[in-house]
């Protein structure tokens, strides 16, 4: 196993008074948590530790854009001067990646290369690729699994931070710099939204840092969530019986500076709505404490969205609406999703791509169904039944706007129909 320098997760770190922090930071950043010279003693001796393993061989060193830029020169410079001073030398030629996670109807948990030379002309070569964090591990498992399809002679990974965290994998790079605790980092080339890379320590960033999202973004977040506060009906109709002990939770985010929902595709081999597009949630738990509870740890367990990464705004009778970062890649659980997908919350206003047909008996009016093509995949979703409901309720109480087509309640007033159909039910029990 790596040896590495272990942070403690109660690590008090170093006061920001003895190191020089640019001012338009210091309302943001609490403290240094690993200063720099320490990055540099771990660096040399992860240098000395690879000239150690690989010397005499030729090596590809392959960068992972863009946080691992400057730990990926430092490195280098190390291997370099101990390449002059050392029985073992290692002859090197460096290239350099970009890494995207996405998903698609195909695939799941996939890697997009970007940039650097063909995967395939590293066939038969030693490659050692540099990585600035590992956190779940996943996007680096599939990377290699696609390296190993190439027939590289050798691959190893060296990681400068593997975060200590339950959402890993279980993956373990080949040398660790520091293993660090489950908070965001920033500085020595890692940011938040591009800003802090200009830093030389790694600092943890404070939660009540939103100076650098947008005006724009700030405006939209903080109106939708005023409106959907008005409709929070907190858990006023928990004690119905008829309510059925499940919630799911519809994802906001604001992308370009308009309202995007996450939704998934169900996977095929599940029992029940089988290949269906719907939001993340599912059944209560005896765990669970409410509703909020339930939908928060089932979108953790279906595409690994950290419960405390998403900003609850309310609850509209079965579903917990709640904001999430644009950056959030999900890391869906194969077993229950095959893929993940955002939609423009005005999507669901439009006629364009709309159908309806009457529902059954008790139902809640019309069964809305939507055609949806994905830009950025070309894949193609049937959205349909209650989660079209839900998606139309939504849009409309965020998006203060009337749906062209016809619906069973009142914009202005929905949860009023919601509530008279759940009681309509609940006297038939």
């Not at 240098?47 to 150690?52: H, N, S, T």
């Not at 030629?93 to 997009?112: A, L, M, P």
């Not at 931070?161 to 520091?178: A, H, W």
Request: glycine fraction near 6%; aromatic fraction near 8%; charged fraction near 25%.
């Amino acid at each position: 196993m790596a040896s590495f320098l272990e942070i403690a997760d109660d690590e008090k770190g170093y006061d920001l008074d003895h190191f020089c922090v640019p001012r338009h930071y210091e309302n943001d950043l609490e403290k240094v948590i690993i200063p720099h010279g320490l990055i540099m003693d771990r660096t040399e001796r992860l240098a000395r530790d690879i000239i150690q393993d690989m010397g005499g061989h030729h090596i590809v060193a392959l960068c992972v854009l863009k946080g691992g830029y400057k730990f990926f020169a430092d490195l280098l410079d190390y291997i370099k001067a101990l390449n002059q001073n050392s029985d073992k030398s290692v002859p090197l030629t460096v290239d350099f990646i970009r890494v995207k996670s996405y998903c698609n109807d195909k695939s799941t948990n996939s890697v997009k290369v970007i940039g650097g030379d063909e995967l395939s002309s590293l066939s038969g070569k030693n490659v050692l690729i540099v990585e600035d964090i590992v956190e779940t591990g996943r996007t680096m498992q599939t990377l290699l699994s696609l390296l190993s399809e190439c027939n590289p002679k050798m691959v190893k990974v060296v990681s400068l931070l593997v975060k200590r965290t339950p959402r890993s994998s279980g993956y373990r790079p080949d040398y660790i710099g520091f293993e660090v605790p489950d908070s965001f980092l920033v500085g020595y080339a890692l940011d938040y939204n591009e800003y802090f890379r200009d830093l030389s320590s790694f600092f943890p960033v404070l939660h009540s840092v939103k100076c650098f999202e947008t005006a724009a973004t700030m405006h939209v977040k903080e109106d939708t969530i005023a409106i959907l506060e008005q409709f929070d009906i907190g858990n006023k109709l928990s004690s119905l019986p008829v309510l059925p002990k499940a919630s799911v939770l519809i994802p906001l985010m604001v992308k370009n500076g308009e309202l995007h929902t996450m939704m998934t595709l169900r996977s095929k081999e599940l029992r029940t709505s089988a290949g269906e597009v719907c939001f993340p949630g599912g059944k209560r738990d005896p765990s669970d404490r409410d509703d909020v509870d339930t939908a928060l740890r089932e979108a953790e367990e279906e595409i690994g969205l950290p419960p405390e990464d998403v900003q609850v705004s309310g609850l509209l009778v079965t579903p917990v609406v709640g904001f999430i970062d644009e950056s959030f890649c999900p890391c869906p659980n194969p077993a229950e999703v095959s893929a993940v997908f955002t939609v423009p919350l005005d999507f669901f206003t439009s006629d364009k791509d709309h159908y309806a047909t009457h529902g059954v008996a008790g139902t809640m009016g019309m069964l809305h169904s939507f055609h949806f093509v994905d830009p950025d995949s070309g894949s193609q979703y049937h959205i349909w039944g209650l989660t079209a409901m839900f998606a139309i309720l939504v849009s409309a109480l965020a998006l203060k706007k009337k749906p062209d087509f016809h619906v069973a309640f009142d914009p202005e007033d929905p949860i009023s129909f919601f509530q008279q159909v759940l009681h309509r039910r609940t006297s038939k029990l």
